[in-house]
């Protein structure tokens, strides 16, 4: 099993990113997906869910409205478009098909 994330980067406060995981080794259509971030010096958090369809979605308080999760089950992938980033969004984001997680990818909002 392999979850891969990729499209981490330096962003300015207010500009976006678009964050991916690739899944590979078990029937990606058949896992929920989620987004976790860490921030340093603090515990991993939950970010947002998506269902295996791709019919439902959910999010954190803190990303509501900014944050949009969406996946590709043809393609075995799920994405996190992320609008209007804020210096509290700075982290490292997995992504995690339970009970599978990736490794991560690092992200930066600083001016």
């Known amino acids: 099993v392999q979850l891969v ?10 500009g976006s990113l678009r ?8 029937t990606f259509r ?6 976790y971030r860490q ?11 998506i269902t295996s369809g791709g019919g439902g979605t959910s999010y954190a308080d803190s990303v509501k409205g900014r944050f949009t999760i969406s996946r590709d089950n043809d393609n075995d992938t799920v994405y996190l478009q992320m609008n209007s ?12 098909a339970p009970p599978y997680w990736g490794q991560g990818t690092q992200v930066t909002v600083s001016s």
Not at 5 to 12: D, I, P, T, W
Not at 19 to 26: I, K, M, N, R, T
Not at 30 to 35: E, F, L, S
């Open 19 to 26: 964050l991916s995981c690739a899944a590979s080794g078990f």
């Open 85 to 96: 980033l804020k210096p509290e969004d700075t982290g490292v984001y997995y992504c995690r």
């Open 5 to 14: 994330e990729s499209g981490g980067g330096l962003v300015q406060p207010g």
């Open 30 to 35: 058949n896992y929920v997906m989620n987004w």
């Open 39 to 49: 921030a340093p010096g603090k515990e991993r958090e939950w970010v947002a869910f």
